[in-house]
């Protein structure tokens, strides 16, 4: 699973498959040191998990708002609760 993920971060270019970004693991100066641009692996549909064919890499900003996993119902209505391109770049108020 290591090499399959290390594979995943190499065919991305390190770059982070919602916003593009490239990422990066080093520190900020803010007192918290927070790793906004660390990459961070993110499953795809949340109910599968982290398994073959169901990962990408993200910035680890994007990846910690995902609840999907938690759910125990699912609803029409419901509003989606990760990120992906389209709704980052709507977000940020870049047209694509």
Known sequence: ?????????????????????????????????HRMFAPSLNAINPVKGHSKGNLEWICSFLNNSNFDKTKKETFEDDKPTSWNRERFYEYIGFKV
């Open 1 to 33: 699973m290591r090499l399959y993920c290390f594979g995943l971060l190499r065919e991305q270019w390190f770059r982070c498959k919602i916003s593009n970004i490239l990422m990066n693991d080093t520190h900020d100066n803010s007192e918290a040191g």
